[in-house]
């Protein structure tokens, strides 16, 4: 029988829920790394025992964890724990990210802009995202802050900045957001092993058609009032993409305001925000078996940052956009402050799609009749980061 | 032997309770302690020092002998009761945030 196993990323900790195809009962697994803020915890579609967690912290930094059991042990790859100290330099850096730096490759790279307007070199902060190769379970993207897209190519062990990225040569009009200039999307086409997508607040969408040598920003249509040029090549605050892998060229997006559409794999975007009660907001998916249906949580902004008029609400749309629904049942609808971070949300593949989110107020909700209805798995976690889904069986 | 004091967030990420106790041959500096520390336990490496500029991480301190050494040379002797192994050196995270 079908299992579903859910990846919670907190700010203090991990967890992991697992229920049977039912989806009724769960299973929760955790804290994980308790007291580490575990920005993305997401498993290997080609061994979906192989789990990969960002783990950091703004005193300690960066760490990297790996699971080869589905969550229940966890190591830093390249020093399993319980290993006898050996002499000499370690064997692995698993936590290691370095801006690429060499004259080959690092050479075009430049500063971007501050918050103040001036430029500000490359410093590394965190892991935002982290996305597992779809055929290899060793090979590993890891999107980072300050923006830049990182590679593994064994398990984790060792990372390599694909600079082909930063070397674009627009990063001195890239800019944080009010959360850092985080590279916080990365969706890898399934059709086409050389074509990636990736997404930064504030620089907007980038594609790859060549394995991630070489980028170009994919953000024509994309309309933003708070920048000098509302139409600039760069410099949108994309919040999140999604895609359905059956249509790896169509793209829904989540500005920062403004839900967004591609049919032509990011050339061209159009609006698609419709009836929505506000559209900003963080995250968007697509259901897994219907490519026009695709869920948004709409939020109060520029200050607020929750749901408006106290309700959480998750709008579906059933036509690819324009016409939305909202879907209420199960969820608060009165009284309710919580916000829906952008890698807080996804969906299983079972018949019928299961949707998950997580709130900043420590709940995850799941609905496994597609959106209809709703219930919490859990209520009173830290403040939720993320939110993976695997179906297993 | 040196003896260092981690933060709890630091030893649970090297599975270790109590002091570190380290063997270390020549100067016993902030840097060779913290050398021989990150070859004893590598997931400790970027953790207390920045991967690249091998600079302290801005959060953390470094006290000993009720001494706050974060802003000394790495390459400064640390006191002599360090190097004889009676007072620890400690790094510590800085009081901010939760």
Same mark, same amino acid.
Not at chain 1, 32 to 55: C, T, V
Not at chain 1, 156 to 164: I, K, M, P, Q
Not at chain 2, 60 to 70: G, H, I, Q, T, V
């Given at each position: 029988?079908?299992?579903?196993?859910?990846?919670?990323?907190?700010?203090?900790?991990?967890?992991?829920?697992?229920?049977?195809?039912?989806?009724?009962?769960?299973?929760?697994?955790?804290?994980?790394?308790?007291?580490?803020?575990?920005?993305?915890?997401?498993?290997?579609?080609?061994?979906?025992?192989?789990?990969? &967690?960002?783990?950091?912290?703004?005193?300690?930094?960066?760490?990297?964890?790996?699971?080869?059991?589905?969550?229940?042990?966890?190591?830093?790859?390249?020093?399993?724990?319980?290993?006898?100290?050996?002499?000499?330099?370690?064997?692995?850096?698993?936590?290691?990210?370095?801006?690429? &730096?060499?004259?080959?490759?690092?050479?075009?790279?430049?500063?971007?802009?501050?918050?103040?307007?001036?430029?500000?070199?490359?410093?590394?902060?965190?892991?935002?995202?982290?996305?597992?190769?779809?055929?290899?379970?060793?090979?590993?993207?890891?999107? =980072?802050?300050?923006?830049?897209?990182?590679?593994?190519?064994?398990?984790?062990?060792?990372?390599?900045?694909?600079?082909?990225?930063?070397?674009?040569?627009?990063?001195?009009?890239?800019?944080?957001? &009010?959360?850092?200039?985080?590279?916080?999307?990365?969706?890898?086409?399934?059709?086409?092993?050389?074509?990636?997508?990736?997404?930064?607040?504030?620089?907007?969408?980038?594609?790859?058609?060549?394995? +991630?040598?070489?980028?170009?920003?994919?953000?024509?249509?994309?309309?933003?009032?708070?920048?000098?040029?509302?139409?600039?090549? =760069?410099?949108?605050?994309?919040?999140?993409?999604?895609?359905?892998?059956?249509?790896?060229?169509?793209?829904?997006?989540?500005?920062?305001?403004?839900?967004?559409?591609?049919?032509?794999?990011?050339?061209?975007?159009?609006?698609?925000?419709?009836?929505?009660?506000?559209?900003?907001?963080?995250?968007?998916?697509?259901?897994?078996?219907?490519?026009?249906?695709?869920?948004?949580?709409?939020?109060?902004?520029?200050?607020?940052?929750?749901?408006?008029?106290?309700?959480?609400? =998750?709008?579906?749309?059933?036509?690819?956009?324009?016409?939305?629904?909202?879907?209420?049942?199960?969820?608060?609808?009165?009284?309710?402050?919580?916000?829906?971070?952008?890698?807080?949300?996804?969906?299983?593949?079972?018949?019928?799609? +299961?949707?998950?989110?997580?709130?900043?107020?420590?709940?995850?909700?799941?609905?496994?009749?597609?959106?209809?209805?709703?219930?919490?798995?859990?209520?009173?976690?830290?403040?939720?980061?993320?939110?993976?889904?695997?179906?297993?069986? | 032997?040196?003896?260092?004091?981690?933060?709890?967030?630091?030893?649970?990420?090297?599975?270790? *309770?109590?002091?570190?106790?380290?063997?270390?041959?020549?100067?016993?500096?902030?840097?060779?302690?913290?050398?021989?520390?990150?070859? *004893?336990?590598?997931?400790?490496?970027?953790?207390? *020092?920045?991967?690249?500029?091998?600079?302290? *991480?801005?959060?953390?301190?470094?006290?000993?002998?009720?001494?706050?050494?974060?802003?000394?040379?790495?390459?400064?002797?640390?006191?002599?009761?360090?190097?004889?192994?009676?007072?620890?050196?400690?790094?510590?995270?800085?009081?901010?945030?939760?």
């Amino acid at each position: 029988m079908s299992k579903v196993r859910v990846l919670v990323g907190t700010r203090k900790g991990a967890f992991v829920l697992t229920s049977d195809g039912k989806r009724e009962k769960w299973d929760v697994s955790g804290p994980h790394f308790a007291g580490w803020e575990m920005y993305h915890i997401k498993g290997s579609p080609a061994d979906p025992n192989r789990l990969y &967690a960002s783990q950091s912290s703004g005193w300690f930094g960066q760490i990297i964890q790996r699971s080869d059991d589905g969550g229940k042990t966890w190591h830093q790859p390249g020093t399993p724990p319980g290993e006898a100290p050996a002499p000499g330099p370690p064997k692995a850096a698993s936590n290691k990210f370095v801006y690429d &730096a060499t004259p080959e490759t690092g050479k075009p790279l430049t500063t971007h802009q501050f918050y103040d307007g001036t430029q500000h070199p490359w410093e590394f902060k965190r892991v935002w995202h982290i996305e597992p190769s779809l055929t290899d379970p060793d090979t590993v993207y890891a999107g =980072v802050e300050d923006a830049a897209l990182f590679r593994s190519t064994d398990g984790g062990e060792n990372w390599h900045e694909l600079s082909g990225l930063r070397g674009h040569g627009t990063g001195p009009r890239w800019q944080p957001g &009010a959360g850092g200039m985080c590279l916080h999307t990365v969706i890898l086409d399934p059709s086409n092993p050389q074509r990636m997508y990736i997404a930064i607040s504030a620089a907007g969408a980038f594609r790859t058609d060549d394995a +991630g040598q070489t980028w170009k920003p994919i953000n024509r249509g994309l309309y933003s009032q708070y920048i000098p040029d509302p139409r600039a090549e =760069v410099g949108h605050c994309v919040h999140h993409v999604a895609m359905n892998p059956s249509r790896p060229g169509v793209l829904f997006m989540q500005k920062h305001w403004d839900v967004m559409r591609s049919d032509d794999g990011g050339d061209n975007w159009k609006e698609i925000s419709g009836n929505l009660p506000t559209d900003f907001g963080f995250v968007i998916d697509v259901h897994a078996h219907e490519p026009e249906t695709v869920y948004v949580v709409p939020i109060k902004s520029d200050s607020e940052h929750f749901v408006p008029d106290g309700k959480l609400r =998750v709008y579906r749309s059933r036509t690819g956009g324009n016409e939305w629904e909202p879907l209420t049942k199960g969820l608060p609808q009165s009284h309710c402050y919580v916000n829906v971070l952008r890698d807080a949300m996804a969906v299983d593949s079972l018949d019928k799609c +299961g949707v998950y989110f997580g709130t900043s107020g420590g709940q995850v909700y799941a609905s496994a009749d597609a959106g209809d209805s709703w219930t919490p798995i859990v209520r009173d976690l830290p403040a939720v980061l993320s939110v993976e889904v695997q179906t297993l069986g | 032997m040196i003896r260092v004091i981690l933060p709890p967030h630091l030893r649970t990420l090297a599975h270790v *309770r109590g002091d570190v106790e380290l063997e270390l041959a020549g100067a016993v500096t902030q840097r060779t302690v913290l050398d021989a520390l990150e070859a *004893r336990y590598p997931m400790l490496r970027g953790t207390i *020092r920045d991967h690249a500029t091998q600079q302290r *991480r801005a959060f953390l301190r470094f006290f000993a002998c009720e001494e706050d050494l974060s802003h000394e040379s790495p390459d400064a002797p640390l006191p002599d009761a360090v190097a004889s192994g009676k007072e620890p050196f400690i790094v510590i995270g800085a009081i901010a945030g939760g």
